[in-house]
């Protein structure tokens, strides 16, 4: 069966400092893979999403960047972080081809002081 | 544009009453709909999907093409339905458009 590991799940970190939030995916090959936010009262806002290996659309403009340096694997990465850049980010990933379902991971929640 | 819209933050019931979760959605294709829910300390998982036509721990959803509306219902309401659900749509790409979600309450 597939699964999808996420972590860490807490972090807290300084402004200014770099980031790096790993994801992977077992059980499966080629998957398309997505980092959200999860905001209260906003609900999931798609930051990246990959169809393959090196291969990354970016949702919305961002302090943050995305990449994918082996199939199951996706990195969410900052080289200096904001205030604005707190909250809770939830990996997922989902089969190729049109309307799968995606699966998501248990998140991390990212504080920044 | 395509745009998924949650209109109650919170609904509240009480056990054993009927539940309706509204979603109305905006695209101008033939979208996939999904319903999604978070239980307490748990991840988001896929609740059920218009396509699968299925009933899942007693919540259905019927897409409503003229009203382009999925609602969530469910005609008895469990203390362990108390959730946070969100409404999703697929377009013609693989990326899902999330609805601000409803917080689900349901008191004994």
């Known amino acids: 069966s597939q699964t999808i590991h996420q972590w860490p799940a807490t972090l807290v970190q300084p402004v200014g400092s770099p980031l790096s939030l790993e994801c992977t995916v077992e059980?499966?090959?080629?998957?398309?893979l997505y980092w959200y936010r999860q905001a209260a009262g906003r609900g999931l806002q798609l930051l990246f999403y990959?169809?393959?290996?090196?291969?990354i659309s970016s949702e919305v403009p961002q302090n943050l960047s995305a990449s994918r340096p082996q199939d199951r694997q996706f990195i969410l990465s900052s080289k200096k972080l904001l205030l604005s850049d707190s909250g809770f980010y939830l990996c997922?990933?989902?089969?190729?081809?049109?309307?799968?379902?995606?699966?998501f991971g248990d998140g991390t929640r990212l504080s920044i002081l | 544009a395509q745009r998924v819209t949650q209109p109650e933050k919170l609904l509240s019931v009480f056990k054993g009453a009927p539940v309706e979760l509204k979603c109305n959605y905006s695209y101008s294709g033939s979208p996939e709909l999904f319903w999604y829910v978070q239980y307490s300390r748990q991840r988001l998982q896929l609740l059920l999907r218009h396509i699968s036509r299925e009933s899942i721990k007693g919540f259905t959803a019927d897409l409503n093409k003229g009203e382009t509306s999925f609602h969530l219902k469910k005609p008895f309401a469990q203390e362990e339905d108390s959730a946070m659900y969100y409404c999703?749509?697929?377009?013609?790409?693989?990326?899902?458009?999330f609805g601000t979600g409803t917080r689900l309450q349901v008191f004994p």
């Open positions: 990959s169809v393959g290996i090196g291969q």
């Open positions: 059980g499966t090959s080629n998957p398309n």
């Open positions: 999703a749509l697929m377009g013609n790409t693989d990326k899902l458009i």
């Open positions: 997922a990933w989902s089969r190729r081809g049109g309307n799968q379902p995606q699966h």
